[in-house]
């Protein structure tokens, strides 16, 4: 019993040696930036101490001020996302599938995907204003691009060979999408999604910046303006680990369905 | 018996203008019910074009094709393709797989899951009917490949170099399989290959088609007697003959495409 309970133990120990080698070369610079910021050799509006910044991190979250404003910024660009994911998916692959419609939205696409979509926001300021409408009408616009792209791609790559197979399997051409193409397609669609997430907070982020109506962009910046840096640094924590925590969960959800690849 | 196939006045041309190039030209054949033909030629001769034309996947230029007298009109489940890289459903597991068909059809659960049993005991899959294709060898796939083209139950086989990228030993156990599950459920089938030995084993009849554009150049009887064991067949003396045959009329239009 004894035995098996320090086997265990000795387990444990030796997972988290391997873990602390595997992470040692970050957790070197943040001892540095600790050391850097208790000696003043960074003036402290520039970089304060890393505890620093977790106290000030700490302090917001127990305020309930940093969940409420990741809350304002997880909502704005994921009920963007969705939508640029919803018609993404459905403009790309009817494009794929459908000539007219490819003959329609190709120089659209072609246009579009390469405009750095930030340059826009002022324009999206000044037709639908500054508040949360304007700010997911702008993610699901810079998100759709790269979303619309990948189904597009990933439907034109779906082999022949395939579709021909479920047509002599007796398998109507209204039900090939469903049947055949989405699936073989999938792959590339969950890369679109997985494009257009990030892209989804950068845009939320930075409309915030500009144009406040809270948000931990508004917190970032706020805390440029007042002199705080270390709420400055705390909202650059907490959208990394947004950021993280969004990537983790696709990368999850994409194993679970795509476990046949 | 069903599953007759009449090919009259066939022709097939590739895209339009100064791309224009004709695949297969004036191709008249009749496969009769039940009935095992290969088609060999020269590569570039058209032999998969005519399969996917026969298949419904691609449109005639000219000329018709028939099965039992009904000239076809697209793809139907009259006619069932194997393909040489299996074209399985990825995302679909064996048993999955072997049933699409059937599910086309609206085919009750129960009755699927005998007939799916049924296939995939004849490939010997039997206990595989859990794994994805990707899990699977070459030679697997073509099995699953074939359970699932035979489970929707087509009158015509119709398969494509089916047995090109896998070895000589499980080239020849698979061609005994197919020629074993031939026999038993008496379909009609159609077999391109570019391997003279195995057009003349598994055949009664080989078409041997002109180099580009391809079409009839003759027709050759396969009358061997088949009761005994591979290799009493493919050490007799009739078989060398009829693969001598084969492989000299090949032979003369693979030299014509070296001489231009």
């Known amino acids: 019993m004894d035995v098996t309970a320090d ?12 873990f602390g080698k595997s992470v040692y070369s970050l957790v070197i610079l943040l001892v540095l930036w600790e050391v850097v910021g208790q000696l003043g050799l960074i003036h402290y509006y520039f970089l304060p101490p890393l505890s620093d910044i977790l106290i000030r991190f700490a302090e917001l979250t127990l305020s309930g001020e940093m969940l409420f404003n990741a809350y304002l910024t997880l909502q704005r660009a994921l009920i963007g996302l969705a939508i640029a994911s919803v018609l993404g998916v459905i403009v790309g692959v009817l494009s794929a599938r459908n000539d007219i419609v490819d003959w329609f939205f190709d120089p659209i696409i072609k246009i579009g995907y390469p405009v750095p979509i930030i340059s826009l926001i002022p324009v999206f300021m000044l037709w639908f204003g500054i508040g949360d409408i304007s700010k997911i009408i702008m993610v699901a616009v810079g998100t759709f691009w790269p979303v619309a792209v990948n189904a597009r791609e990933s439907t034109r790559q779906v082999e022949t060979n395939l579709i021909w197979s479920a047509q002599m399997m007796g398998t109507s051409d209204r039900r090939l999408l469903w049947r055949v193409v989405m699936p073989a397609a999938l792959p590339g669609i969950l890369t679109g999604f997985q494009i257009a997430m990030p892209l989804s907070l950068i845009i939320t982020f930075v409309f915030e910046m500009v144009a406040g109506g809270g948000g931990l962009g508004a917190l970032e910046i706020q805390g440029v303006r007042s002199f705080e840096s270390a709420q400055v640094y705390a909202a650059i924590i907490a959208i990394m680990l947004i950021g993280i925590g969004l990537d983790r969960i696709l990368r999850f959800v994409r194993g679970r369905l795509l476990h046949w690849t | 018996m069903d599953g007759r196939v009449t090919i009259s006045g066939l022709e097939k041309v590739y895209g339009q203008g100064a791309e224009r190039t004709k695949a ?4 008249n054949f ?9 088609v060999v030629g020269p590569s570039g001769c058209g032999k998969s074009t005519l399969l996917y034309l026969i298949a419904g996947f691609l449109d005639a230029t000219e000329g018709t094709i028939s099965v039992d007298g009904d000239p076809i009109n697209g793809p139907g489940t009259d006619r069932g393709v194997v393909f040489q890289d299996y074209a399985l459903f990825p995302w679909r597991t064996v048993y999955e797989n072997v049933t699409y068909g059937l599910e086309e059809d609206g085919v009750p659960k129960d009755e699927r899951q005998n007939i799916a049993q049924k296939y995939i005991d004849m490939v010997d899959l039997d206990g595989f009917e859990d794994k994805y294709p990707k899990e699977l060898s070459g030679g697997m796939k073509q099995r699953v490949g074939i359970a699932r083209t035979l489970a929707y139950e087509p ?29 038993d459920l008496g379909k009609t ?36 007697d088949r009761s005994g064991s591979r290799e009493e067949i493919v050490t007799s003396d009739d078989f060398a003959h009829f693969k001598n045959d084969v492989w000299k009329s090949l032979h003369e239009e693979t030299q014509t495409e070296v001489t231009l």
């Open chain 2, 24 to 27: 297969i030209e004036d191709l």
């Open chain 2, 30 to 38: 009749e496969v009769d019910g039940g009935e095992f033909v290969s």
């Open chain 2, 189 to 224: 089938a159609l077999f391109i290959t570019h391997d003279v030995e195995e057009a003349v084993y598994l055949s009664e009849r080989v078409l041997i088609m002109t180099r580009h554009p391809g079409t009839k150049k003759t027709v050759a009887e396969i009358d061997l």
């Open chain 2, 155 to 183: 009158k015509i086989l119709l398969m494509d170099e089916p047995f090109g990228a896998l070895d000589q030993p499980l080239r020849e156990s698979l061609q005994d399989q197919l020629l074993d599950i031939w026999s």
């Open chain 1, 7 to 18: 086997a265990s133990r000795g387990l444990d120990l030796s997972r988290l040696v391997e």
